[in-house]
């Protein structure tokens, strides 16, 4: 079964700062990866996701997350962090069609 | 609809009470998850439906909890008998025919419970 390791409940970075969230995965098989984002009072949003064409994957909003198999890591970066980008994040996992196994999420605050 | 539709947005009850969420998924999406999501914890899995197919049961965390989906469209969660710990935002997705772990699910706003 699938597992979804968010390091960090809550992150906060400066406006302008390096935003890094991390994510650890379960398999021994690579799963497909994604990342989701939660605004407030609102549904789950994709940012990207991995389906094994390229290590290196772009999304919306500038954030982009890197597949490293020998780590079993599916971190997300963005270079400067904007104040819209406050919310929070869900890294989730699938090996199969029927369910997406999330992680617990960390919480970004962006500071002023 | 243009997206996933859940209600109510709000429900209040009391201890011991049933309960009954909504989702309406995306028109054409054959797949339906139903998700919750508790304060400090991540989402939950509870109950997937793909199709005709007989739907994934095993997230429902007890007897209490049941879902149905007619006409392959609107689904319902029902919550018998509910206790404090029910207490939490339940999440309906929908997506394209699910043949691998690669759909992406489009999320509705969510049914915020709290049981008194």
């Known amino acids: 079964a699938q597992s979804v390791t968010q390091l960090g409940s809550h992150v906060s970075v400066s406006e302008g700062a390096l935003v890094l969230l991390r994510c650890n995965y379960s398999?021994?098989?690579?799963?497909?990866l994604f990342w989701y984002v939660q605004y407030p009072n609102q549904g789950l949003q994709l940012l990207l996701k991995?389906?094994?064409?390229?290590?290196l994957v772009k999304g919306i909003n500038g954030f982009e997350a890197e597949f490293k198999k020998s780590e079993t890591s599916f971190h997300l970066t963005k270079p400067s962090a904007h104040m819209s980008d406050a919310a929070e994040y869900f890294c989730?996992?699938?090996?199969?069609?029927?369910?997406?196994?999330f992680g617990s999420g960390t919480q970004l605050t962006v500071l002023p | 609809g243009a997206g996933v539709s859940q209600s109510p947005s709000n429900k209040v009850t009391e201890k011991g009470k049933d309960v009954e969420l909504r989702c309406d998924p995306i028109?054409?999406?054959?797949?339906l998850y139903w998700y919750r999501q508790s304060l400090g914890q991540g989402l939950e899995f509870l109950i997937y439906?793909?199709?005709?197919?007989?739907?994934?049961k095993s997230g429902l965390p007890s007897d209490r909890f049941s879902a149905e989906r007619t006409g392959g469209s609107v689904s319902t969660l029902t919550i018998q008998r509910t206790q404090q710990e029910d207490s939490a935002v339940y999440l309906c997705?929908?997506?394209?025919?699910?043949?691998?772990?690669?759909?992406?699910?489009?999320f509705g706003a969510g049914s915020r419970l709290t049981v008194l």
């Open positions: 997705a929908s997506s394209t025919t699910s043949v691998s772990g690669a759909n992406v699910l489009t």
């Open positions: 398999s021994s098989v690579p799963p497909y």
């Open positions: 991995y389906t094994s064409a390229a290590t």
């Open positions: 989730a996992a699938s090996g199969s069609a029927r369910q997406l196994t």
């Open positions: 028109s054409g999406h054959t797949a």
């Open positions: 439906f793909q199709g005709n197919s007989a739907p994934d």
